[in-house]
């Protein structure tokens, strides 16, 4: 017991408010050589929602925009089929363009083009092009896979040329598919760009006789994607996510997962297979999805970052925020449907973790994986407010996975808040049902985070850990502002000390298209050709790349510093390998004893990470790197000194020495 007080003791003088004599040293003291507390080994994540157009038009390279021809006023009041495409007539040529359905590639897939060539005269072409998200990019040297779901009119003698053109028709590389079909058939070819351009577009002419040309699926992807996957995702961003080194990935969304209305919840089975066969539709957040990044992509994506996969499908329940723009609200699944859309999420769990020779495990195999992914959590739900009809679908869900698959974790959700009626009776039902993993959400302010530090001090061991699935500190004209960021680190500290009931964190959302955003802020701004990590990026990949499996406890006392200062350091089981983190969010420059004398076997050299700048700093289009981590060499050992630098975190690495 009087253990207990004292490790209490030291692990809430973690965060104390230091008095305002800057200056004066701030003494750190590790409990090095004690076993410390097992945490969970997850706890920093990711978390993908198609928000900002993360996925079209961003993660997903796909250059082509409205490829199917599927956009429409739907999805944007003025959008249509033929969004994103002009028509091109070149040398006489001229043509009439239609939207068929009559026979359609696939009934998801139900529109498609047609193109009435008019004239046939020797040289003449009719066609269309396509600049993708705003101007394709592409590089010198680089390859450019172009697919198409071609057809011809009988008696019709069509050849299609494809283009890479610069605005001014420059052409940047080009590729002959000869003798159309008169089926649907997918052709392919390769486009070797001979320039760079920024602003290009994908031009496709038939050329032939008079008659017609059907397309479907116009197609352009860069041949280098993130790890070379077919149907792949952009390289730049697919590297920026997995620097982060994220334990596990939440997807496809939190509102966008269950859906603006019961007829827009998001149905992952209509996400699989080949992509012309998939079925798009609106997206919450007011553009479209073509869900070309699809349930096999996220999964194989946290297979390739060694993540765990998350997904989160609805709790039979819509969005209760629809009505925001489309004047539903939360609405439910008719009771006497929930037997199928129970079956659904029954069925995701054998197509990720089923034999291959099993229904749905075979449509994971057919898809290129026949090993089974090993899902282990499921979410059901996204912040969903705590209704009576969320209540009674939820539990139709947990306890019919729970029965078939007691190895899967099933997470719970409080609502939106940190607090208030959802919260309250969110944890309220969680420990009714005796759910292991809870998710909270927050967005606050800066102020918030520095003055909740200790929010997990006080859980009830008890109850079932906790999944902070969205966070962020949002500063004014929300910026991700150095201050911010800072909070959030010295927040994370707090979730370290508390990683035996928190088990995971992600911040939200991730990818903001500079543009195309309808939420601020986000983790990463991107355009077609840049990256732009925000400060925040950086305290989550010091993090990421910085974790342990145990929590050693440590005492802060002096009186130096002018903030709130918050300390964490973590274990590497594995390797004894000690991260220490020190978040000094003041605006002094504190001098810091840190006392390892318990720690055996330690090196005499350590590798220090430290992010510092103006408060209010943010990294953007025109200043990506005004503060970025900085590494470099320092001595440390049973006792050294080091200067937390104002407005900073510092990660301090220290190996172990002993075999
Ligand atoms: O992260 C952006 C949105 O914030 C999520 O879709 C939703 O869950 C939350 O309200």
């Known amino acids: 017991m009087k253990e207990r007080l004292r490790a209490t003791a030291l692990l809430l003088m973690c965060f104390v408010m230091i008095g305002a004599a800057g200056g004066q040293e701030i003494r750190v003291t590790v409990e090095a050589g004690s076993a410390g507390k097992p945490i969970s080994g997850k706890l920093f994540g990711i978390f993908f929602e198609d928000l900002n157009y993360a996925a079209d038009g961003g993660l997903y390279a796909e250059m082509v925009q409205n490829r199917s021809f599927e956009y429409s006023s739907r999805d944007v009041p003025g959008w249509h089929a033929f969004t994103g495409w002009e028509v091109v007539q070149r040398d006489g040529g001229t043509a009439r363009y239609y939207i068929g359905d009559v026979r359609p590639l696939h ?133 920026t996510l997995a620097a982060l080194k994220p334990k596990f990935v939440r997807f496809p969304g939190g509102c966008l997962a269950h859906g603006d209305g019961l007829n827009n919840i998001y149905h992952w089975k209509d996400t699989i297979g080949p992509v012309e066969q998939r079925k798009a539709q609106k997206n919450i957040w007011r553009y479209h999805q073509t869900m070309g990044l699809g349930y096999f992509e996220y999964f194989q994506f946290c297979m390739d970052i060694g993540a765990e996969p998350v997904p989160v499908v609805a709790a039979g329940v819509s969005c209760q925020n629809s009505d925001r723009y489309w004047g539903v609200g939360q609405q439910a699944i008719p009771l006497d449907e929930m037997d199928g859309y ?110 909740n530090l200790g929010r997990y001090d006080g859980y009830d061991r008890r109850k079932g850990k906790v999944f902070v699935s969205e966070y962020a500190a949002h500063d004014t004209g929300r910026r991700t502002t150095l201050r911010a960021a800072l909070a959030e680190a010295a927040f994370m500290t707090g979730l370290e000390r508390n990683g035996d009931v928190v088990e995971m964190a992600c911040y939200a959302p991730l990818l903001g298209k500079i543009g195309n955003t309808q939420w601020n802020p986000n983790l990463i701004y991107f355009t077609n050709e840049r990256v732009i990590p925000t400060i925040s990026y950086y305290v989550q990949r010091m993090f990421g790349e910085h974790s342990g499996d145990v929590y050693l406890p440590v005492a802060v006392s002096g009186s130096g510093g002018d903030g709130s200062f918050a300390v964490s350091c973590v274990r590497d089981s594995k390797t004894g390998t000690l991260f220490l983190k020190l978040v000094n969010p003041g605006q002094t420059p504190t001098p810091i004893r840190i006392d390892l004398s318990e720690a055996e076997g330690i090196a005499t050299r350590g590798v220090k990470t430290v992010l510092s700048g103006e408060p209010m700093a943010v990294n953007d289009i025109d200043h990506p790197q005004r503060v970025v981590p900085e590494t470099s060499v320092i001595s440390v050992g049973p006792n050294f000194a080091y200067e937390a630098p104002s407005h900073s975190l510092t990660v301090i690495r220290i190996d172990s020495q002993r075999p």
């Open 342 to 451: 129970v079956q659904d999420v029954l069925d995701l769990i054998e197509w990720a973790n089923g034999p291959a020779d099993s229904r749905w495990g075979a449509k994971r195999a057919a898809a290129g994986r026949a090993e089974p992914f090993g899902l282990k959590y499921l979410a059901a739900g996204n912040e969903d407010a705590q209704t009576p009809a969320f209540r009674e679908r939820f539990k139709i869900i947990y306890e019919a996975v729970k029965a078939q698959h007691p190895e899967i974790t099933v997470i719970g959700n409080v609502g939106p808040a940190p607090d208030g009626e959802d919260y309250e009776a969110g944890w309220a039902f969680a420990r009714e049902l005796g759910l292991g993993l809870v998710a909270e959400h927050y967005y606050r302010s800066p102020e918030w985070f520095l003055n």
């Open 107 to 239: 009934p998801n897939n139900p529109q498609y083009l047609e193109l009435h060539c008019e004239t046939a005269r020797q040289g003449s072409s009719a066609g269309i092009s396509n600049s993708g998200f705003g101007g394709m990019v592409v590089k010198a040297g680089e390859n450019y896979v172009f697919s198409v779901f071609a057809r011809q009119q009988p008696q019709t003698n069509f050849s299609l040329e494809v283009r890479l053109e610069s605005r001014d028709g420059t052409v940047l590389g080009r590729a002959e598919i000869a003798a159309l079909t008169q089926d649907w058939k997918q052709y392919k070819a390769t486009l070797e760009a001979d320039r760079d351009d920024s602003d290009a577009q994908l031009v496709v002419l038939a050329r032939g006789s008079r008659g017609v040309v059907y397309l479907d699926m116009v197609s352009l992807f860069p041949h280098k994607t993130f790890r070379g996957r077919p149907n792949g995702l952009r390289r730049d961003l697919g590297e």
